[in-house]
C-alpha cells in the first residue's frame, strides 16, 4: 500500500508487482504475442536449476546435518516429498494457486491441467510480453516441491515416513497453495491499462497481493511459510532423544558442504527465473544472489570466530543458505549494494537465532529451519521495504496504468510487508497445528524411543546409508 500524504491514508498501490506467479493468459491467436523463444530457454533452465537444488541439493545438505543412522531416511522424505508434491500440482495445485476464484483460493479451472496446451501462455512482468505456460506451470511446480521439503528438517531424526507425506499433503493443501494465492496471483500487467481497470485488476488478485507486498521470489510463501510449519512440528512432535544431553553434530560435513554448493547453483534458477524474462533485470537478480550469499557467508563465519574462537564449515555453510533466503523475495527489487546489506545482516541475525534464542527457548528444531528459514525471510521481507527504495539504489515500485516508477514510501512499503509477514506466520502456523493435531490422531507423529535409538534407515527404510 502507498501513504497518501494529502488525505492522511492508506491506498492500494497499483501493479506491485511479486514477481513470480502470475494468473495464466487463455492461448492468443492471431497477431498476439509470441513467446520468446530466450525467455523459454532461460525459464526451462531454471526450471531445472531448482530440481536440482531440491534433489540433490537439499537432500544432500539435510542429510550430511543429520546422524549416520538417519541419513537415508532425510534423502528419502525430501526426495518422495518432492514427487508427491509435483503429481498434487498437476492434479488441482496449480490451478488454486493461480486461476481466479477469491482474495485466498483460485479456483479449479486448471485441475487435472485442464485446457493447458503447448500454445497456451502465461503473462511476464511486461506488456505484451508472454511464455508458454507449460513452461511457467513446470516452473512453479518446483516451488510448489520444495517448500514443503524445507519444513521436514525441523523434526528430523524422530518422526514416521507416513506421517511426514500426509502431514505435508495436508499442510500443501491448505497453507502452501492459497498463501501462495495470496502473495503472487494477479491478473497481469496488460490488464493495468488505466487507473479504472487497475482498480477492476488488483480487486480479482490475491489478499496479501492487495496488501501491495512485494515478494520477488518466495520469501513469505516459500522460506516464512516452511519455517513456521517447521517450528510448529519441532514442538508437537517433541525433543530428540538425548537432546541437550548427548552430542548430536553433522555426520558428514563435505556432504554439507556439497548440498549448500549445490543450493547456491540452483538458487540462481529460484530468483532469476523469477523474472520470467531473460533481461537486464534478471542480470541484477543473478548479480543481488551471488552478492548477498557471500555477504552472509562471511558474516557468520567472521560471529563464529569472534565468539567461538574458530570459524566452522557448518557455519559457513548455513551462513550461505541465511543469505539466500533473506535475498530472495527483495532480489528483484534492491540493488547491488543493498543486497550486500541484507546478506551481511542475515548472517548476523540467523547465527543468533539458531544460537543464542534456540537455547533460550529449548526448542529442538534438528536442522534450523526456523532460524534460516523463517527468521531469514522475516529479514528480507522486512528488508525489501527499505532497499526498494530508489534513493537506496532500488527498483522502486513500476505503476502499470501510468506506465512509469510510482513515488515511493518506504513507510508504506513496510506497512505492506508487515501485512504478507504477519499473514502468512498465521495462516501457516494454524494449518499446520491443525494437520499435525489430526496425523499424530490417526496414524502417530513419532517413532518409539527404541525405533529412535535404533536409527530410522533401518527401521523406516531397512537399508543403511553405510555399510
Known sequence: MNYDIATNRWKPALALVPALLLGPLAALAGDGPVPEKGDTAWLLTSTMLVVLMTIPGLALFYGGMVRSKNVLSVLMQVF?????????????????????????????????????????????????????????????????????????????????????????????????????????????????????????????????????????????????????????????????????????????????????????????????????????????????????TAAAALAWSSAEWLWRGTPTMLGAASGAVAGLVAITPACGWVGPMGSIVIGLAAGIVCVLAVTRLKAVLGYDDSLDVFGVHCVGGILGALLTAVFCNPALGGTGVYDYAIDAVAEYSTLAQLGSQLWGVLVTILWSGAVAAAGYALVDATIGLRVTEDEERQGLDTVSHGESAYT
Open 80 to 292: 518422495i516429498t518432492f514427487c508427491v508434491m509435483v503429481l498434487l500440482w498437476a492434479i488441482y495445485g496449480y490451478s488454486i494457486a493461480f486461476t481466479q476464484g477469491n482474495a485466498f483460493f483460485g479456483g479449479l479451472d486448471r485441475a487435472f491441467m485442464m485446457g493447458m496446451t503447448p500454445e497456451s501462455l502465461a503473462a511476464t512482468f511486461s506488456k505484451g510480453v508472454v511464455v508458454p505456460e507449460m513452461a511457467y506451470f513446470a516452473f512453479q511446480a518446483t516451488f510448489a516441491a520444495i517448500t514443503p521439503c524445507l519444513v521436514v528438517g525441523a523434526f528430523a531424526e524422530r518422526i514416521r515416513f507416513g506421517a511426514v507425506l500426509l502431514f505435508l499433503v495436508i499442510w500443501f493443501s491448505f497453507a502452501y497453495l492459497p498463501i501462495a494465492h495470496m502473495v503472487w496471483f494477479w491478473a497481469g500487467p496488460d490488464a493495468y491499462t488505466d487507473a479504472d481497470a487497475a482498480a477492476a485488476a488488483s480487486a480479482t488478485a490475491g489478499f496479501i497481493f492487495q496488501k501491495g507486498a512485494l515478494d520477488f521470489a518466495g520469501g513469505t510463501v516459500v522460506h516464512i511459510n516452511a519455517g513456521i510449519a517447521g517450528i510448529v512440528g519441532a514442538l508437537f512432535v517433541g525433543k530428540r532423544v538425548g537432546y541437550g544431553r548427548v552430542p548430536m553434530p553433522p555426520h558428514n560435513l563435505p556432504m554439507v558442504m556439497i548440498g549448500t554448493s549445490l543450493l547456491w547453483v540452483g538458487w540462481f534458477g529460484f530468483n532469476v527465473g523469477s523474472n520470467l524474462e531473460a533481461n537486464g533485470l534478471a542480470a541484477q537478480v543473478f548479480v543481488n544472489t551471488l552478492l548477498a
